[in-house]
């Protein structure tokens, strides 16, 4: 079996930056020190050497809105390497009223052609004993631990509370997380129909009907059934400051809840949805919609402080085509961007590049903090003996221009165009084999393996402890009166 030796390099990880070669054996990590040969070098003089970037959330040809979403699992995870990110996780979404096992065949199937590592969270969309039954099933035997749940996307998506709560309390005996897109969708609905009758019917529109007080509202939502039913949370794209605040209370009061800001939301905002350019503003459609720059400011405050954990690409991306459904009345407007190849050299160079992020902080939350979450760590997000050669390989000198013209992804266009980014791949290995040679794309289809994820993680033992410890319990008594009747 040959090696590859990276030599040369700055290793970063989430806690330490020193100066070592890393030696990969058979898609491993084997060896980290000085003076380290083998049979390939690759030369990382003036480079971090991180771990490979983690997507938490991606929707790669995903059904929704009448349409499916147009990056696949190939163009989608050849993005993902172009850009730095060595694992996506993806939704399987089961039909209303379909089993979990015949969602996630379809999602098997399609993910034959991926070209790096990925793993799958269940979508819960519906409620009934078949689920109840097949959950164990899919935590236990399909090694999925997370389960999303829409409250968003009335008469599609959205689950009602009873449904949020019995799903919660059953991944809680389970050891799994629930996760949640939190806007309460009945008021997105109310407010919607509102504007359309009011003559509000551009993009536009679609940020007005969904303001950061249903976002607010839903997460304090959710947090609190989360807590009662003594199961940790995951919120996907917090994208305003009553979210960030609902996350931020939760977890000063010692809840297990974690929030993901998305890099559309750190780095775009609403005056997007104002252009004169019909497209322009709907190629920008999703939700949550862009926000100002005070919630900005909030999701990067989280991110400095640790009250936000992560950085997400929600990619979910629609064409020109795709988008012009929904001409005459927003709510048709297929809901959704793109991200994947960009999210790395974005933060990068928004948060590194300002110092608004350490380069260990960045590894944290574009890596780190999501296998530790997802519990695949150290597997994946690390730089460690034993680890999966998941590497990313950063030049911080190196710069381009993000255009549509020269991206991976399927689509016509890209919500970051003319951004210049400053910190990108040199080197990006997926299980130790170059996908990314300085801007040369030398991935595999195919290649890409599933990562199965255990349940019962470290935070999930620890709080169903706390929580048996504090749970209600008859106090025992001696000398009980007499009844009165
Ligand atoms: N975010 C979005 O607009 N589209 C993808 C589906 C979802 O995550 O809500
Ligand atoms: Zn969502
Ligand atoms: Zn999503």
Request: glycine share 10%; net charge negative.
């Amino acid at each position: 079996m040959s090696t590859t030796v990276i030599k040369n390099g700055t290793v970063v990880t989430a806690d330490l930056t020193y100066e070592a070669d890393v030696l990969i054996e058979n898609g491993t990590i084997t060896e980290i020190g000085k003076g380290l040969k083998g049979d390939k070098e690759l030369d990382a003089t003036g480079c971090y050497v991180m771990p490979g970037g983690i997507d938490p959330h991606t929707h790669l040809e995903m059904p929704f809105m009448g349409t499916y979403s147009s990056d696949d699992f190939e163009s989608g995870t050849r993005a993902a390497l172009a850009g730095g990110t060595t694992m996506v996780v993806d939704f399987a979404l089961p039909n209303p009223g379909e089993g979990l096992f015949d969602a996630l065949k379809r999602w098997d199937n399609k993910s034959t052609r991926a070209n790096c590592d990925y793993s799958f969270h269940m979508a819960v969309t519906w409620w009934g004993e078949q689920v109840f039954n097949d959950m164990e099933k899919v935590v236990r035997e399909r090694g999925i631990n997370t389960f999303k749940h829409f409250l968003a996307y009335k008469g599609a998506l959205m689950v009602n509370d009873d449904e949020l709560y019995a799903s919660f309390s059953r991944l809680a005996e389970l050891g799994a997380t629930p996760m949640v897109h939190a806007e309460n969708g009945d008021v997105v609905a109310e407010l919607s129909a509102k504007l359309l009758a009011e003559g509000n019917t551009g993009p536009e529109a679609h940020a007005y009907s969904r303001p950061p007080q249903v976002e607010g509202e839903a997460t304090n939502r959710a947090i609190m059934i989360a807590d009662m039913v003594g199961a940790p949370l995951y919120v996907v794209h917090v994208s305003c400051e009553e979210s960030h605040e609902a996350v931020r209370r939760a977890r000063m009061q010692g809840k297990r809840v974690w929030g993901e800001p998305l890099i559309q939301h750190l780095t775009l905002d609403e005056s997007e949805y104002f252009n004169k350019d019909w497209d322009h503003a709907a190629r920008r459609v999703m939700s949550p919609p862009f926000r100002n720059k005070m919630h900005q400011d909030s999701l990067w405050n989280g991110l400095q402080s640790g009250s936000l954990s992560v950085v997400a690409t929600d990619h979910c991306a629609f064409t020109t085509e795709q988008k012009r459904y929904g001409v005459g009345d927003f709510t048709k407007i297929p809901n959704g961007t793109g991200g994947l190849e960009d999210r790395i050299p974005m933060l990068w160079t928004h948060g590194v590049g300002t110092g608004r992020l350490t380069p260990n902080e960045f590894v944290a939350v574009t890596s780190t903090n999501i296998a530790k979450i997802l519990n695949c760590y150290p597997k994946k997000g690390a730089i460690l003996v034993g680890a999966d050669a998941d590497i990313l390989v950063l030049d911080p000198e190196k710069e381009k221009t993000i255009t549509a013209a020269s991206q991976q992804s399927a689509i016509d266009y890209n919500v970051f165009e003319g951004q210049h980014v400053k910190g990108l791949p040199r080197y990006v290995l997926t299980r130790g084999q170059v996908a990314v040679m300085d801007g040369e794309m030398r991935n595999e289809e195919g290649h890409g393996k599933f990562v199965a994820r255990e349940p019962n993680a470290p935070v999930n033992r620890a709080l169903s402890q706390w929580k048996d410890l504090t749970a209600p319990r008859p106090i025992e008594r001696t000398g009980i009166p007499a009844s009165g009747v």
